[in-house]
């Protein structure tokens, strides 16, 4: 049984389009409701649903084989497959180019609270 957050409690709900702050964002809490809105269309956040549980699956591969050199495959597949999803179907850069470390923390973000049952998908 999953528990949704209701709409108040849970960072731009309906993945809104914010405008990008040209000063940028001081905290990632600041940042999280910008990165969002770069995921209106459906099947780009699919494709980062996708692309993020690709990269769970793959490092458990890794580790459980010992064949940690490979570690870069989950950089070319996640990466990969978000940016499809930006250019093709969103029609954006990825918030990636200006913001990486936010970006990242957001596209786990996003993938937990998905998969939690937090985040309407």
Request: proline content about 3%; glycine content about 6%; some cysteine.
């Amino acid at each position: 049984m999953t528990v949704q957050k209701t709409n108040k409690e849970i960072a731009n709900h309906n993945y809104s389009k914010r405008a990008y702050k040209i000063q940028g964002y001081k905290s990632f809490e600041d940042f999280y409701p910008y990165y969002l809105s770069e995921h209106c269309n459906p099947i780009n956040r699919r494709l980062h649903l996708f692309a993020t549980t690709n990269v769970v699956a793959i490092l458990g591969f890794l580790l459980l084989t010992r064949q940690l050199k490979y570690w870069w495959v989950t950089l070319l597949q996640g990466y990969g497959l978000a940016w499809i999803g930006h250019f093709i179907f969103e029609k954006n850069k990825p918030a990636t180019f200006k913001h990486p470390m936010y970006s990242f923390m957001g596209d786990w973000k996003m993938w937990f609270e998905v998969v939690s049952g937090r985040r309407k998908f």
